[in-house]
């Protein structure tokens, strides 16, 4: 399933759309020229999401190589990253990212639009609220169960954390766009404060 999160951390389902249908073997490099095409083409962010999960869900079926990292999350932080593309002043990360079990992530937006694809394992994304717009306090507002072949987008202030769930690691392709750290933050729910993260 393709779920949305909006910027006030709303779910709703993902309104995709096609993007130039390619036959033959979709590879990173095509997947990058075309999310770098519906960039250039498409400023509004939601639109954006729904042109690059279907491309997104076809890299994963086409790239089998994708879940075969060997990533093995560090013991004191709980995951661990690798990066298949980052290039400086292009708007686009493009990570596998690898979780413990037990793992939980501070509460957190991205500052930018992003997706998370799973590959493996299971997640639960419970998702926040700010009280009032701009206010440190959030609460707690929905909440995603994804396992293997789920998606979630999350618009720039959309605000959550993340639980693995079950005794195996959880695996995700992780794409973003150019991160804004000034609007990049972590919430204490307990002490009501907001850090630039």
């Known amino acids: 399933m393709h779920w949305l999160v909006d910027n006030h951390s709303n779910i709703l389902p993902l309104a995709t759309k096609p993007w130039r249908p390619y036959r033959g073997t979709y590879r990173l490099y095509r997947f990058l020229t075309d999310v770098e095409d519906i960039l250039a083409a498409t400023p509004d962010d939601q639109e954006r999401l729904g042109l690059i999960c279907p ?55 991205h500052g930018t639009w992003g997706v998370v694809a799973m590959l493996s394992g299971q997640e639960r994304h419970p998702l926040w609220q700010r009280t009032a717009e701009h206010s440190e306090r959030v609460i707690n507002h929905a909440e995603l169960t994804l396992g293997a072949g789920d998606m979630v987008a999350f618009l720039p202030s959309a605000i959550h954390s993340l639980h693995t769930l079950g005794s195996e690691p959880s695996m995700s392709l992780n794409v973003y766009g150019e991160t804004d750290f000034r609007r990049r933050w972590e919430f204490d729910p307990v002490h009501h404060t907001a850090t630039l993260f």
């Open 55 to 109: 491309l997104l869900a076809r890299l994963i079926q086409d790239s089998f190589w994708l879940e075969l990292p060997d990533l093995t999350p560090d013991p004191e932080t709980g995951w661990a990253i690798q990066t298949l593309y980052d290039e400086p002043e292009f708007p686009l990360t493009v990570q596998v990212v690898a979780w413990n079990p037990g793992s939980v992530s501070p509460i957190h937006n």
